[in-house]
């Protein structure tokens, strides 16, 4: 596929899946207390904080995983779409407590739920999500309901742990590269595995194609973090929305950070001790840093590292049988996640 | 029963109950990752904070009608111990959340988990927790885990429900009698319905038991609440341990201050207006606000009302079949909560 046709097939499977997610979103956050709903609508971007009609949310990439693997398993994506829903409610569950945590007043340019409604709101519109997103799948006409909810309040644990880790590490110095993928495995991949697996769990597939398939999530979730975190740093501010250098600006220990630390020598000894908070933080000092990350050799093993990952992941649906055109729109949008410019 | 056997029987029966629970709730939290357990283990009152063994926690009263609800349907209190974990860990999960919202730094004369470690590691905790109980109920051998899992969710938005009316009622000063009725049915009632139900469920009981079981459980949770109110400002600090007064201190719109300001006519009035911030917060200031709530009749509504809930709460198990063991330890353990001195 060339990246024009790749990102071509990508776009139209996330408004295809868009389309069919959106009535269903509807209806289930409709079932939330009054103030839930409330922050909900407005966090989902369904509507503004006056009450005019919003400008509609995200990519929704989680709940387009989750149909594709229904129809991977050869299931129509009405099979999939309670685990859509569920892995969207899921997603911003997480979101909503994951602002609260790390003290984040915006996301994507709007003010987040707690900054805007307070603390005591953010943690209960989570919770309600959270508790929403298992409801859905128990609710679900498949056999299978009960281990897709399982599969969500596991896949909940993981994120717990990864979020943990993510707030433990900024208090360390110490964290290896092992430890650092470990936390984004939790922090990133459980989800996308899960989205990738729990259509095809709902429908019933076999083990090979469901373990497939979180393999494929796991593998992109791991790709995909590399990808962020390499643009948090090279990122053209004007495609991430996020100020230049801003991991370094706020000294993330992200994974190509910590690679160089740990194997880039002279200049991982020196990065070490700015991020240790030698050296101030004005954008030569940014500069500078983004250089030892590079010449320690952290640019180019994460590059490396996201093509691994993103091979692995393609190489976990060539061993299963999927219809080809699932199996295209899939890569597709995998490499639409990872392929981005850094 | 005579009050001096009810008690017995009670405290017999929240014995027996938690020396099946235990050990189940140590496996499960046991698969928490390690911050998780950590601070999961103190709250629970397993550990102090130097790492020494703890008291060993509250009564689990949820966990108890959770065992004797599948002991009502016939089953073994092994049937409905997934149950009874659930319900539990549910139960600590929201007060985990609570405590932050509410910015309670002690619970039972130890501090919170998020006074000692931060909001982050509560918020995280308690999802973990939540998260868990759902687990352990879809990982239970029973063919009804499923609907298990479910009321267990559904509680939870009910829980959510009735914490975000208490928080919004705080601001408000016209919140009537039915509202705060309400408030506490899903803040207290909710949770001890399903309790009450969730090992009948798991035991495949009929809808009759399960409805009557459940119709237990949320009258119990009425008188509870109201016996609770009327200890909040009347009870003994020796035995409540908390401060004489309490709830007036910190001007709570409980049930009968709500009563009272709206069916108390001039005592009423005056009480309303104090509550809006006139006349100080002084000892007497205090004894003159309870007066205020008993003249208005708070008191007498209350106590009656808690009565009235409790003969309901007997009544519906009345009207099915449970073996009488079974039903004379519930009403033991439902007297044992409610007929507490005030």
Redesign the interface.
């Known amino acids: 596929m060339t990246t024009s046709s790749v990102s071509a097939i990508a776009v139209a499977v996330l408004r295809r899946c868009r389309d069919t997610l959106t009535p269903a979103m509807q209806a289930a956050v409709a079932?939330?207390?009054?103030?839930?709903y409330e922050q909900a609508s407005y966090h989902l971007g369904w509507t503004e904080l006056d009450g005019s009609p919003g400008n509609g949310g995200g990519k929704a990439v989680r709940p387009a995983l989750a149909l594709l693997s229904a129809e991977a398993a050869g299931a129509s994506s009405a099979t999939g779409l309670p685990g859509a829903v569920a892995v969207e409610l899921e997603h911003n569950f997480s979101l909503l407590?994951d602002d609260?945590?790390d003290g984040d007043t915006e996301r994507r340019h709007r003010r987040t739920v707690w900054a805007q409604w307070g603390?005591?709101?953010a943690?209960?519109t989570?919770?309600?999500l959270?508790?929403?997103a298992?409801?859905v799948l128990?609710?679900a006409e498949s056999l299978h309901?009960?281990a897709a909810?399982?599969l969500v309040?596991?896949t909940?644990?993981e994120l717990?742990?990864g979020?943990?880790e993510d707030?433990?590490f900024e208090r360390r110095s110490d964290v290896g590269v092992d430890e650092c993928l470990s936390m984004a495995a939790g922090k990133t991949g459980a989800l996308l595995a899960a989205s990738a697996e729990i259509g095809a769990v709902l429908a019933g597939a076999c083990p090979a194609l469901t373990t497939a398939l979180r393999t494929f999530g796991a593998e992109l979730g791991a790709a995909f973090q590399l990808v962020d975190d390499l643009l948090g740093i090279w990122g053209d501010p004007a495609v991430t929305g996020k100020p230049v250098l801003s991991d370094l600006r706020s000294r993330k220990k992200s994974l190509p950070v910590t690679y160089a630390v740990h194997h880039g020598g002279a200049a991982g000894r020196e990065l070490a001790s700015w991020l240790a908070g030698a050296g101030g933080n004005e954008e030569p000092d940014l500069r500078r840093a983004a250089a030892l990350v590079e010449s320690g050799g952290g640019r180019d093993w994460a590059a490396a590292e996201a093509r691994r990952r993103m091979t692995l992941a393609e190489k976990a649906l060539a061993g299963v049988e999927i219809a080809e055109v699932t199996r295209t729109e899939l890569v597709a949008l995998g490499r639409y996640l990872t392929d981005r410019e850094f």
């Open positions: 079932r939330l207390d009054r103030a839930s407590h609260l945590m603390a005591p709101s943690i209960l989570g919770d309600a959270f508790a929403l298992v409801e128990l609710e309901a009960a909810a399982w309040t596991d909940t644990r717990i742990r979020q943990a707030i433990e």
